[in-house]
């Protein structure tokens, strides 16, 4: 499997930042790290070699970057609206920055689904939901897709639109909708055992079926916890059956 890490200074961040790639060829899969963890997080914890067949069949290519949770909503010593500020630095670090990396690593626009798990795949769905123009669709693993879960009572504009529980019910303008009923991967998944919180899903699926955008909801059994067995059976098997 080919693995390829670059490094680049961020205008968006002021700061280093670094992104892997693992394949050859084919679509993109971005994936969000979770908490505060770093772009290797998903070699470390096996997850990328529970997906290996489907990136050396160039199934996929596969693409991990860092989080900035500790510099935004992890951080205890920021003011609520300096966490909004980094979480909207981030969003356009990843559309201006990550996506024309990715497209000039697959020499050329492919395909881009986004992952994660626990709070990355709030970002996960987040991204995905805040530019379908840019992104294909959504493996989002035992997430909470409401920001103020991570937000400690701060909310303002900024976070309302990054909080896809708050911002989705109130999206009319058919330009986005129309682009979001289009897509075909949009998945919600999660376990239902310890520290899992499969409700969250649910929710996220009662505001997708309002809006008639497609997805599927998929709540495995309480053998399965927040935890990295349950997500290293958990991708593979959307990557495999889906796709």
Request: hydrophobic share 40%; charged share 20%.
């Amino acid at each position: 499997m080919r693995r390829e890490i670059t490094e680049w200074w961020s205008p968006n961040l002021n700061k280093n930042m670094e992104i892997v790639a693992y394949g050859h060829m084919g679509p993109a899969l971005l994936l969000f790290p979770s908490a505060a963890a770093d772009f290797l997080e998903y070699e470390r914890f096996y997850l990328i070699d529970s997906i290996k067949d489907q990136i050396d069949a160039g199934k996929f290519k596969v693409f991990s970057i860092n989080s900035i949770n500790s510099e935004s909503w992890l951080n205890d010593t920021m003011s609520g609206r300096d966490k909004s500020i980094r979480h909207q630095q981030y969003n356009q670090y990843i559309v201006e920055e990550v996506v024309p990396h990715i497209y000039r690593n697959c020499d050329g626009p492919v395909p881009i689904y986004t992952s994660g798990v626990s709070l990355g795949a709030l970002h996960a769905a987040n991204t995905f939901f805040r530019r379908p123009d840019i992104f294909d669709g959504v493996i989002a693993m035992s997430g909470i897709y409401d920001l103020k879960a991570y937000s400690k009572g701060y909310f303002d504009e900024d976070c309302y639109f990054n909080s896809p529980m708050d911002y989705l019910p109130n999206l009319n303008e058919q330009y986005w909708l129309n682009l979001l009923r289009a897509k075909h991967h949009v998945y919600f998944v999660s376990g239902r055992g310890n520290y899992e919180d499969p409700e969250a899903s649910l929710a996220i699926g009662r505001v997708l079926s309002a809006k008639g955008i497609p997805h599927d909801v998929d709540l495995w059994g309480y053998e399965w916890t927040h935890d990295w067995p349950t997500w290293r059976a958990m991708l593979p098997h959307y990557l495999a059956s889906r796709f």
